[in-house]
């Protein structure tokens, strides 16, 4: 199975929702969402766009696409699910968790005294 079939079961799997429910939030038919699924054809550009948007994710995650600078696939699988999970948060959500992330980041930063 491709990386392709294989994201876009984790995605399903991660919002909770059957493959019927992803290809009715697309706007696919099942059919034809469940050849992406099992691997058996892959989307054009256009369908894919339309899946990652209807699934609250990017084109590059559904395609396993990491940044150069994420070699480490853990780090990069990580930085993926907190951008996947960031897309069904509110904007004040969001800002809440960004606001978390600089204080630990912070916190790193800060000098810390000596006993």
Same mark, same amino acid.
């Given at each position: 199975?491709?990386?392709? !079939? &294989?994201? %876009? *079961?984790?995605? !399903?799997? /991660?919002? #909770?929702?059957?493959?019927?429910? !992803? ?11 469940? /050849?992406?699924? +099992? ?5 054009? $550009?256009?369908?894919?766009?339309? @899946?990652?948007? !209807? ?7 559904? $395609? #396993? ?11 990069? #699988?990580? @930085?993926?699910?907190? +951008? ?7 904007? *004040?959500? %969001?800002?809440?968790?960004?606001? *978390? ?8 930063? &800060? ?5």
């Amino acid at each position: 199975m491709d990386v392709f !079939a &294989k994201k %876009l *079961q984790e995605r !399903a799997k /991660h919002l #909770g929702i059957s493959s019927a429910e !992803a290809a009715r939030r697309s706007g696919l038919d099942e059919r034809r969402y469940g /050849h992406y699924s +099992s691997g058996r054809r892959e989307a054009d $550009l256009a369908t894919l766009v339309r @899946i990652a948007e !209807a699934l609250g994710t990017t084109p590059n995650w559904l $395609l #396993g696409v990491t940044a150069p600078d994420l070699a480490d696939p853990e780090l990069a #699988g990580l @930085i993926a699910r907190f +951008s996947n999970a960031s897309n069904g948060m509110t904007k *004040q959500e %969001l800002e809440m968790c960004v606001i *978390q992330a600089e204080a630990v980041a912070a916190a790193k930063r &800060k000098p810390r005294p000596e006993n």
